[in-house]
């Protein structure tokens, strides 16, 4: 079976740098996404990873570590409009594509 | 550009009763997907279709089905409601039905069952 691992709950403060972690088991791997999750909204975009290594977009960055299925979400100079639920998502190989999301981890950011 | 639209926003049912909720995706995007969520889970990946074919089925049983037409909008119909099928449903669409390209959700169509 598939199995995608997050902390299900993290408070930081604002302005504070914070690192979300997301381990997965998952026969086939073809990518991994992080979304954003306001409550009673939509999951939105954050990143896409399929190569080992960081990529960065503005305060927030990505790592993959393929060998160890391994990702990571940092969140830097956090403001109180980043607590939201973020989602990991694993796409696997083998046709389908279809990401398979973990249960998500709720940040809450507190001055 | 709109979004990914989706219909009715709310729903309430009573056990036994049907359902069909709609999905418009963003213009252009051919790939629609569909997702169960239930409070503090992450999405359960339901359907997807490109070009009017199903590409995929999640482990979901026969009481849900789902459609797309040729203008790519899809709907996803449940049979025989229960208790348990009270949740967020997503729709997501994407370019394409495989690739790089992430999907972009609707907000959502959330279903209470009585």
């Known amino acids: 079976g598939q199995n995608i691992d997050q902390p299900t709950e993290m408070t930081a403060t604002e302005g504070a740098i914070v690192q979300i972690n997301c381990t997965y088991q998952?026969?086939?791997?073809?990518?991994l996404f992080w979304y954003q999750q306001h409550a009673g909204e939509a999951p939105t975009f954050l990143s896409y990873?399929?190569?080992?290594g960081l990529e960065e977009k503005g305060r927030f960055s990505s790592f993959l570590s393929r060998s160890k299925g391994y990702s990571y979400l940092l969140l830097k100079e956090l403001q109180m409009k980043d607590s939201a639920s973020y989602l990991c998502?694993?796409?696997?190989?083998?046709?389908?594509?279809?990401?398979?999301f973990g249960r998500g981890t709720s940040l809450i950011v507190h001055p | 550009d709109a979004g990914v639209t989706q219909s009715p926003t709310h729903l309430i049912k009573t056990r036994g009763q049907h359902v069909t909720l709609r999905c418009s995706p963003i213009s252009g995007h051919k790939s629609v997907s569909w997702y169960q969520q239930v409070l503090g889970q992450g999405p359960q990946f339901i359907f997807q279709y490109y070009e009017k074919e199903e590409r995929g089925r999640g482990n979901f049983p026969d009481r849900f089905s789902a459609r797309q037409f040729p203008n790519y909008s899809s709907e996803l119909n449940v049979n025989a409601l229960l208790l348990g099928d009270s949740a967020l449903y997503l729709c997501?669409?994407?370019?394409?039905?495989?690739?790089?390209?992430?999907?972009?959700f609707g907000d959502g169509t959330r279903l209470s069952i009585l």
């Open positions: 998502a694993v796409r696997l190989s083998g046709g389908s594509y279809i990401p398979t």
């Open positions: 997501a669409s994407s370019l394409q039905g495989q690739g790089q390209q992430p999907q972009h």
């Open positions: 998952t026969s086939g791997f073809n990518g």
């Open positions: 990873n399929v190569l080992d």
